[in-house]
Every structure is written in C-alpha cells, then in structure tokens.
C-alpha cells in the first residue's frame, strides 16, 4: 500500500510517541560523533517496507519519518508492501537502477546487492559506539566483509506460544526442551483435540523459521563454516525422520500456511501450539471477543533439541540505500535519525515486542517491563543462527532461503512425497545451484 505522509496524520500519531518520550530516559548512551551527512539541496525520498502486523508499527514509523521530512524542508514518501513481495520488488529496483530510495528488505537480502548499495559504516560505527554495540544477529545480517552495507532495524522473534490450559489438559506444565518430550507433548495435544501446528508452507517468517529450527535444533545446517552446502547429512535426515514422527500430530492444513495462517488458526482455537510473533498475542489480547485466550496464552523458547541454544535466527528488518538514489545523504541521515533514541524507543514501545533491538542500549527499553509475557522477544537479535547457517552469508546462502530449499524440504517429506534421504538430497541439489554462482 502507498502512503504519501500527510502532516495531519503524522500529527495524530507522532503526538503519541512524543508523550511518552520520557520513558527513554533509561536508554543510555554514550559520547559519539556524527557522521557529517549535509541534506542535498532539493532532496526528496522514497521508502519501501514490510507492511506492519500491529498496526502502531506503521502510525509511529510515518510520524518519525514525517518529522525528519518537516525538519529538513524535504518529502518523504513510504510505501508499505507485502511481506512475499519485498524481495521481489528490491530485486526489480536493483536490476533496473530506478525505485526508491531506501529499501527495508529482510534478513540477508542487501547481501544480493551489494555492489548496488551504499556504505553504511560511518552510520553504523556512530550508532554503535553511541548505543552500546551491535547484537550478533545485527552484525551477521549487516556486515560483509568488514563493512556495513545495511542497518538492521530489529527482529521478529519466533518462540512457541501455547494454551496453558490445553498442555495441562494434555499432561504437561510448558513445553519441554528435548525432541522427544516435544513429541510426547503434540502427540498429546492431537489425543485431545487440542492439536499443534506449524507452517509447512512458503512463508517468508513462520516457514523458515520452522524448518530451520527443525534441521538446526538436531545440528543440521544449510552450510558448514566454511559455507559448502551441508545440508544432505545425518543429522538433517534424523530431522526429517522425526518430522514424519511429528506432523500427523498437527491440525490439518499447514503444508499450504502462509505468515497469517498459524494467527487465524490460533485465535480460532483450532490450534493451541504453534510458533509466532508477539503479534498474535496482542490481537487476542486487544479483541474482547478473545481477552481469555491471551489470558490463556504463554510464550516460551522453542525446545534447544541437540543443541545449548535456542536454535531460532529472527526475521529482520534491514535497510539498504540504493547507489542510484539521487540523495544518498538525505537517505541515510533519515534512517540514522530513526534510529535514535527520540524516534526509534517510542517505535519499539509501539512495537509492543514485535521488533525486538539490534543496539545493546534498547534493551533497557520500557517495552521489555510492560508484559511479563513478552520478555522472550526482548534478545531475539542476541542470537548465534542465521538463515544459511552455518557458513558465511552469501548471494547464495540468501538466494537458497528465498528459494525455501528447506521449506520444500520439509514440506516433502511431512506431505509423503519423498523420503527423508530423497529430500536432502534434492535440497542439496537445489542448493548447490545458488552455491557454484560464488
């Protein structure tokens, strides 16, 4: 959806985050010199971004950018797209030179472009030495080569979220931590019918990040350290084994879910596990209509399974300025202003947790106190995964992601159409194309 920001509607919402600016208080920082970035004469921008799930995401997003513009006597324009439309569309505006200014993809996709996108270290080094460092996930997403050639705005945590009163039902006090346990616990669910359930779907957010805690959390990867494709190995195909174990435990339906599909099951309690944002929580929360199943609701790690941490890598906002933009300044004076203090913790306290903090100083946010419940999103971008795991990021590592190697992977073998052994093997045939492109 376009969006040309207009000075009442930015009025209306900025209003909002400007009263409860003292709450940034606790956020502290340290002493830190600006990059000189001198606005161009007659500047203007164009924005894209991953449309909002909780929509005071996009109300205080425009009104942040609106005060920019008004300070700087110069239009900004953002348009919010789509979430299975953003990788496409960058990939348009970087193969024809034209579009917007500043793009806000996700995950590694300014890695595919980098030959096509601006510097953004003197930024980066300025936010960092001022907010008390970048968190791993920031760094992984955000640097190539010792350089930043993004800025990652925050995350989407994926932990599982359940009813209370369906695992007690079903034996069980919260979610275990093993593989097995897990299991026990869906296989319980279903007896009840009172069934778990998770994307199998190509999902930009809930897929991916299903697949990939499935494979990683029994010490699969996409790729070894030194980014070969790994993927067709014993512990993937033991992944896959116990998927055949663990899908006709789940409600029916989810080889075809999308990113809304697991919320509208969820809130239609014909799901009582699944893994999620904070989105979903919010909407039962602020729906009359579902008050009791929020009230009914936790949210807890997804089980480590082989591993000593949570095998889980955030679904990141990551913006990118494009060399053909005719303000480059302008560009990445906006996005280092919303990253500061005034803007960016009234954003992330509207965020209610959706987004969780790239700089170490955010976490102090007041955000992470206002809901006992949320505080597992608050070090989403404290995390050692990423998509492509294990190996360095690449053209390929993100091209394979977009492409859901794993996804696919998984799906074919919950759906019967391949056995384990015959699904690694053709992902690492999908994936070997990308890879020899290096």
């Not at 920001?5 to 606790?26: C, M, P």
């Not at 993809?105 to 996108?117: E, R």
Request: with cysteine; net charge neutral; glycine share 8%.
């Amino acid at each position: 959806m376009a969006h040309l920001i207009t000075r009442r509607a930015a009025l209306a919402a900025g209003g909002a985050a400007l009263a409860a600016g003292s709450a940034s208080a606790q956020i502290q920082t340290q002493p830190a010199t600006p990059p000189n970035l001198p606005i161009e004469r007659g500047a203007t921008l164009r924005m894209l971004r991953p449309v909002r799930f909780v929509q005071p995401d996009e109300d205080v997003w425009r009104a942040n950018c609106e005060r920019f513009a008004q300070q700087h006597g110069i239009q900004v324009r953002v348009d919010f797209v789509g979430w299975e439309d953003i990788t496409q569309q960058t990939a348009v505006t970087a193969n024809t030179g034209a579009g917007p200014d500043i793009i806000i993809g996700f995950d590694a996709g300014p890695h595919l472009f980098a030959d096509k996108i601006h510097d953004m270290t003197d930024v980066a080094d300025y936010l960092g030495t001022k907010y008390g460092g970048w968190r791993p996930l920031a760094q992984a997403y955000g640097r190539r080569q010792n350089r930043w050639i993004a800025l990652p705005f925050g995350a989407s945590g994926g932990p599982a979220i359940w009813r209370t009163s369906a695992l007690r039902e079903a034996g069980f006090d919260s979610v275990p931590d093993d593989h097995a346990g897990f299991l026990r616990l869906c296989q319980a669910l279903k007896r009840i019918n009172k069934p778990a359930g998770f994307a199998l779907g190509n999902a930009v957010g809930d897929g991916n990040a299903f697949a990939n805690w499935l494979v990683w959390s029994f010490g699969g990867s996409l790729t070894d350290e030194q980014g070969n494709v790994s993927i067709n190995s014993p512990q993937t195909i033991n992944a896959l084994n116990y998927l055949r174990e663990l899908y006709p435990t789940f409600v029916q339906g989810t080889l075809a879910w999308g990113d809304i599909s697991n919320n509208r099951a969820y809130s239609a309690q014909e799901c009582f596990l699944t893994q999620n944002g904070v989105s979903l929580y919010f909407s039962l929360k602020n729906d009359p209509a579902t008050a009791a199943i929020a009230e009914d609701t936790q949210m807890t790690p997804m089980p480590k399974g082989t591993l000593n941490a949570v095998p889980n890598a955030g679904l990141t906002l990551n913006a990118m300025v494009f060399r053909h933009s005719r303000f480059p300044n302008a560009a990445k004076a906006l996005l280092m202003y919303l990253m500061e203090v005034e803007q960016y913790d009234p954003w992330l306290r509207a965020n209610i947790g959706y987004w969780s903090q790239p700089l170490n100083a955010y976490a102090a946010s007041a955000v992470w106190s206002s809901d006992p419940k949320i505080s597992v999103f608050r070090d989403t971008m404290n995390n050692p995964f990423w998509n492509g795991y294990k190996g360095p990021i690449t053209e390929g590592s993100v091209a394979a992601t977009a492409d859901y190697v794993m996804v696919q992977m998984c799906a074919s073998v919950a759906s019967g159409q391949a056995t384990p052994q015959a699904a690694a093997a053709e992902a690492e045939r999908r994936a070997q194309r990308y890879f020899r492109r290096r």
